[in-house]
């Protein structure tokens, strides 16, 4: 997602926030209406929605279908925010195998994800999920992964890290660190 589509998601999950917290407090009576009034002209949103006032919100169920729909908005403009600003490690979309002017080769984070799946599945594991950190331009595979129920746990695991960590290199990706979590065994199906 490039920067314009992220500053859009942002001042979206913002109002999305922004707007049922200052009903709530409107409604609560934390906020004096008239001062908020002059600065927004909620009113005359209100007005133009169909003339909505807060004399119409004095049946319990209206009061009710109302907050759950203030919920669910914000409950939505956190998950989108959350997704938004990234906590903890940063992953680099991309990262450069060769830099030599003229020749340079860059390999997507969706690749090296998908070159370390499939090294852990070449080396016993039945099924494996992957992801990415990267710290100064080398990346960190964590990947867990569920071995065969006539598999040796310890072994699968070792062979998958030594495999993950042997495919990339020979792609010449720049690793820190590989860690492999054997979760249990495959479902049968």
């Known amino acids: 997602m490039n920067g314009f ?40 949103g209100l ?31 956190g998950y989108l925010l959350l997704r938004e600003l990234t906590f903890g490690r940063r992953l680099s979309r991309r990262a450069l195998l060769e830099d030599e002017p003229g020749q340079e080769t860059a390999i997507t984070a969706t690749a090296v994800r998908h070159l370390a799946e499939g090294a852990a599945r070449e080396s016993g594991a039945a099924s494996s999920t992957c992801r990415l950190a990267s710290d100064k ?5 964590g990947c867990d992964i569920q071995v ?3 598999g040796n746990f310890t072994e699968i695991g ?24 054997v979760q249990g065994t495959a479902s049968q199906g």
């Open 47 to 77: 007005d133009v929605l169909g003339g909505i006032s807060v004399s119409d919100f004095e049946d319990l169920t209206v009061r009710l279908i109302v907050g759950i729909v203030v919920a669910l908005l914000t409950l939505l403009a």
């Open 137 to 141: 331009n080398r990346y960190e595979v």
């Open 158 to 181: 070792a062979n998958s890290r030594d495999n993950i960590r042997r495919v990339l290199e020979e792609q010449q990706v720049p690793l820190k660190n590989v860690e492999v979590t």
């Open 5 to 44: 589509n992220r500053l859009i998601m942002l001042i979206l999950a913002l109002l999305l926030i922004a707007v049922p917290v200052l009903l709530l407090l409107l409604g609560l009576g934390v906020l004096p209406a008239d001062q908020i009034n002059l600065y927004t002209n909620y009113r005359g």
């Open 148 to 150: 065969p129920a006539s």
